[in-house]
């Protein structure tokens, strides 16, 4: 197959590329235009991908990429920061929900014409689900965001299901939890639990000031 993957400079784009290289697929590796930044990726991985730029806010940007022939897009380029879409929500609403619904539609389009039917992976949260239950959260519990960033996610996901029924593109919405692993920015939780620790140690602390532990949560 050959599978297009938004904001594949990001943490979990640079462990899905190398997944999906390794299963023998290829790989279009869609980025932000700007400075490069880290993406964890060797010379050699980073060559084995097809690299082209990606500009959410610009249609003209968006429409060159869906027009790229693939067989399935795995959608990941989203303001991931919960913090910095607290800062500047419209603009976390341009990038998750105006974003999304751009490249969707220039996918449905297509798909309407006959052209293409890929099947899409929405990244999407498990933060839609909002504070939650005192029990482990299931698909059909009720949709109430708390957060600027849930609330962008959320739309991306109304204006992917909104053109499934309008052109019958292929849509799969995952309601990640949070995740973590090598290589994650330290503004995400545990990069910056850990980083705090480390601060501790080399400072001979015997305290570490956190937040609320009260929240039990699944990482990935």
Known sequence: MTVLVTGADGFVG???LRALREAGHVVIGA????????????????????????????????????????????HLAAMASGGDALADP???????????????????????LGDADPIVVIASTAEVYGAGASRPIVETDPIAPRSPYAASKRGAEL????TRERTGLRVVIARAFPH?????????????????????????????KVGNLDPVRDFL
Request: proline share 5%; glycine share 12%; aromatic share 4%.
């Open 31 to 74: 980025k932000h235009p700007g400075a490069p930044r880290d993406d964890g990726l060797s010379d050699a991985e980073r060559g084995a991908v097809r690299w082209v730029p990606l500009e959410l806010a610009d249609l003209a940007s968006v429409r060159a990429v869906a027009g790229l022939p693939c067989d399935a897009v795995i």
């Open 159 to 162: 204006a992917a299901l909104e």
């Open 180 to 208: 973590t692993g090598r290589g994650q920015d330290e503004r995400f939780v545990a990069p910056a639990f850990a980083r705090r620790l480390r601060g501790a140690r080399l400072a001979g602390a015997r305290v570490v």
């Open 90 to 112: 419209g603009l976390a609403w341009t990038v998750n929900a105006a974003g999304t619904a751009r490249l969707v539609g220039e996918l449905g389009q297509r798909r309407r």
């Open 14 to 16: 640079r462990w899905l």
